[in-house]
């Protein structure tokens, strides 16, 4: 029998998201060109989303991160590893098998793939048309996803009447029909414009935090990890660079490509043609990684009691995960001694780099 869970009540029936485990996965594709290497799309990944979780996995095109979500619903084979979905290893299953496995993961796509030729609720609808629901029922829970989404009044528009985030929303509501356990958001708001991206983020989380479904997100975009994920992988060449919660990534990233992603979303150090123009006046200049505990305030206590002083000339501090971070570049002058000791002394706390001429 078909079950509905209210989407409109307080009183949600909360699904339990689906675990995910990739293990030693990997993915080569033969070459196209004769007499080349194959290409390597995953090279052995090693990662586990927890049931109810948010995981974002980034990377630039070419990581391999579309690769790894063709894995999640079956669309694409491992040439070695396994990937479980609730302890059930996935990969070998006949497409008899795979099929059931997919009624339990929804898509969101970029695109939106709507069907132009139905209205909003027709292409909400048609999934459960083709599970052969009832009509009275899928009538039913049509409305209640127009509304969960915040489109009861669109039901009856086609999509060339509808905005970009309506569109998707749409999507979203297709995607929620058959009560999925699992969403895959493939750059599901690499079409859309800031306002918007936030409007449907704000939404994927409700359909977390409310549904209790687990979510992959992948993008090119550390504002979307930033504003969603409670962890995040970043991918290059095929392999997890960095992994962690979102805040320890932002906070302190380590790799090379994880440092360059955080640096597009929070802007927070100065770049070339910044440095040189405040390198153009007289004293010296830190970057400083803040944290709650990189001991800062102190440092800067001390040095101006030694005679310096000192001043911020850039930087920026977030809030994430209900901890604060973030980089404030300062400029120092005065006694040289009193400079050296500042820098010394939050050395041994933090991160803290002289911009040099």
Do not use: C
């Not at 048609?126 to 899928?138: C, N, Q, S, V």
């Not at 989404?149 to 058959?178: M, T």
């Amino acid at each position: 029998h078909w079950g509905f869970r209210d989407l409109t009540s307080r009183k949600r029936l909360q699904v339990i998201g689906t675990q995910i485990e990739f293990k030693n996965l990997s993915k080569t594709f033969p070459s196209r060109k004769k007499g080349a290497e194959n290409v390597v799309a995953l090279s052995d990944i090693n990662l586990t989303v927890a049931p109810g979780e948010i995981i974002g996995i980034i990377g630039y095109s070419g990581a391999g991160k579309s690769t790894l979500v063709r894995m999640i619903n079956g669309l694409d084979t491992p040439t070695s590893g396994e990937v479980l979905l609730d302890g059930t290893n996935i990969v070998g299953m006949k497409e008899k098998e795979l099929r059931a496995v997919r009624r339990n993961i929804g898509m969101i796509f970029q695109q939106f793939n709507l069907m132009n030729s139905r209205t909003a609720a027709g292409n909400i609808e048609y999934p459960l048309k083709l599970a052969g629901i009832p009509k009275d029922e899928r009538d039913e829970r049509v409305a209640e996803l127009l509304d969960f989404v915040g489109l009861s009044d669109r039901g009856n528009n086609y999509p060339e009447q509808l905005s970009g985030g309506q569109k998707q929303r749409v999507g979203i509501a297709r995607a929620l029909a058959s009560n999925p356990a699992l969403l895959l958001a493939d750059e599901a708001t690499s079409a859309l414009d800031p306002e918007t991206t936030h409007e449907v983020l704000h939404l994927l989380r409700k359909v977390n935090q409310d549904l209790g479904i687990t979510i992959v997100v992948i993008t090119h975009e550390m504002e979307v990890v930033r504003a969603i994920a409670d962890k995040v992988a970043v991918m290059e060449n095929g392999k997890i660079m960095e992994y962690g919660t979102t805040y320890e990534v932002f906070s302190n990233p380590k790799t090379v490509v994880a440092q360059k992603f955080v640096a597009t979303s929070l802007r927070n150090t100065p770049d070339t043609i910044e440095s040189e123009e405040l390198l153009s006046h007289e004293g010296r200049l830190f970057t400083i990684n803040l944290t709650e505990e990189s001991g800062f305030f102190a440092a800067a206590a001390e040095a101006r009691s030694n005679g310096a002083s000192i001043g911020i000339v850039h930087g920026g501090v977030t809030t994430l995960q209900r901890h604060s971070f973030g980089k404030v570049t300062v400029r120092l002058t005065g006694p040289k001694s009193a400079i050296d000791d500042f820098h010394n002394r939050l050395q041994r706390t933090t991160d803290i780099k002289e911009i040099l001429r």
